[in-house]
Nanobody
Framework: QSQLVESGGGLVQPGGSLTLSCSGS????????IGWFRQAPGKEREGVSC????????FYRDSVKDRFTITQDKIKNTVYLQMNNRKPEDTAVYYC?????????????????????????WGQGTPVNVSA
């Protein structure tokens, strides 16, 4: 019951662009922290990029900086992850999740760093397979 729907993944070629979408009721309407996470085979889930729905602040893990861009559409209640210059190591199941009641001390980088450990509800995700 994550109430979020991820889409846009698939089998894609390296180096190109791809946009993932995460939609949910009221997803971008309040002071929420929304994040894209991924889990590669045999590895733990990790935060990729996160955004605050109110002020638009963002965070990117070092491995995707200058390649991925996270944005939001407040009308559509959708968060996007634009993936450019994809690499084989980007292959994973990508999930979105949201902290609807972030503490005052929490930021988007906090969500990306530890959200995989503390967020309790995960959806189906959308697989991204970067392969030639």
């Amino acid at each position: 019951q994550s109430q979020l729907v991820e889409s846009g993944g698939g089998l894609v070629q390296p180096g190109g662009s791809l946009t993932l979408s995460c939609s949910g009721s009221d997803l971008t309407s309040n002071d929420y922290q929304i994040g894209w996470f991924r889990q590669a085979p045999g590895k733990e889930r990790e935060g990729v990029s996160c955004i605050n729905s109110k002020d638009g602040s963002t965070f990117y893990r070092d491995s995707v900086k200058d390649r991925f861009t996270i944005t939001q559409d407040k009308i559509k209640n959708t968060v996007y992850l634009q993936m450019n210059n994809r690499k084989p190591e980007d292959t994973a199941v990508y999930y979105c999740n949201v902290d609807r009641t972030p503490p005052d001390w929490s930021t988007v980088n906090t969500l990306c760093r530890i959200g995989s450990r503390f967020l309790g509800s995960w959806g189906q995700g959308t697989p991204v397979n970067v392969s030639a």
